[in-house]
T-cell receptor, first 113, second 112 residues
Framework: KAGVTQTPRYLIKTRGQQVTLSCSPI?????VSWYQQTPGQGLQFLFE???????NKGNFPGRFSGRQFSNSRSEMNVSTLELGDSALYLC????????????FGPGTRLTVT | DQQVKQNSPSLSVQEGRISILNCDYT??????FLWYKKYPAEGPTFLIS?????DKNEDGRFTVFLNKSAKHLSLHIVPSQPGDSAVYFC???????????FGTGTSLTVIP
């Protein structure tokens, strides 16, 4: 079974621009969660989607948004990029929403200059 | 507000010895905990979990201990192997929801 894939793997953007990251979950998985990893902060939860509905949302500004499609693929969008948005963005999929094992993708490294 | 804390950013251990990674949490609603391991340029991979109804869970060389009164959990790796060198994250899940709260990670180096 193919793992979680994330595209692109690396991205360089300028302050003020917007960016869209993509995540394809493991086949059959219906839940996708997004995390931001920065040095010293660990993995910070952004949001979770299950069956195209946002189930949970972390403590991030409204510039961070996401969506999930009927095939469970998910996208995350960040508008008006700031230098502090530079991070590794990880998505994780699981077969359902809940306290089940999450399978992570390799992440997208976003650098904002 | 960091609800899960890993106060040791790094740890070095000799091959064959025990590695003990620690994690503290502040949210008394957490009733499920997980440990993940992360190699560079890869996403975290699940290692082991424990429910709050238990105080110990074992899987091969990996054992997780939970002390609910102290709000503390630890991961023991015995014996440690060079391939265990990675960043280890612990996570807690509250009984009120399904969000995973991760710690900041501990970088383990196993010296051959």
């Amino acid at each position: 079974k193919a793992g979680v894939t994330q595209t692109p793997r690396y991205l360089i953007k300028t302050r003020g621009q917007q960016v869209t990251l993509s995540c394809s979950p493991i086949s059959g998985h219906r839940s996708v969660s997004w995390y931001q990893q920065t040095p010293g902060q660990g993995l910070q939860f952004l949001f979770e989607y299950f069956s195209e509905t946002q189930r949970n949302k972390g403590n991030f500004p409204g510039r961070f948004s996401g969506r999930q499609f009927s095939n469970s693929r998910s996208e995350m969008n960040v508008s008006t990029l700031e230098l502090g948005d530079s991070a590794l963005y990880l998505c994780a999929s699981s077969w359902t929403s809940g306290r089940v094992e999450q399978y992570f993708g390799p992440g997208t490294r976003l650098t904002v200059t | 507000d960091q609800q899960v804390k890993q106060n040791s950013p790094s740890l070095s251990v000799q091959e064959g010895r025990i590695s003990i990674l620690n994690c503290d949490y502040t949210n008394s609603m957490f009733d499920y905990f997980l440990w993940y391991k992360k190699y560079p340029a890869e996403g975290p991979t699940f290692l082991i979990s424990i429910s709050s109804i238990k105080d110990k869970n074992e899987d091969g060389r990996f054992t997780v201990f939970l002390n609910k009164s102290a709000k503390h959990l630890s991961l023991h790796i015995v014996p440690s192997q060079p391939g265990d060198s990675a960043v280890y994250f612990c996570a807690g899940v509250p009984n009120t929801g399904n969000q995973f709260y991760f710690g900041t990670g501990t970088s383990l180096t196993v010296i051959p």
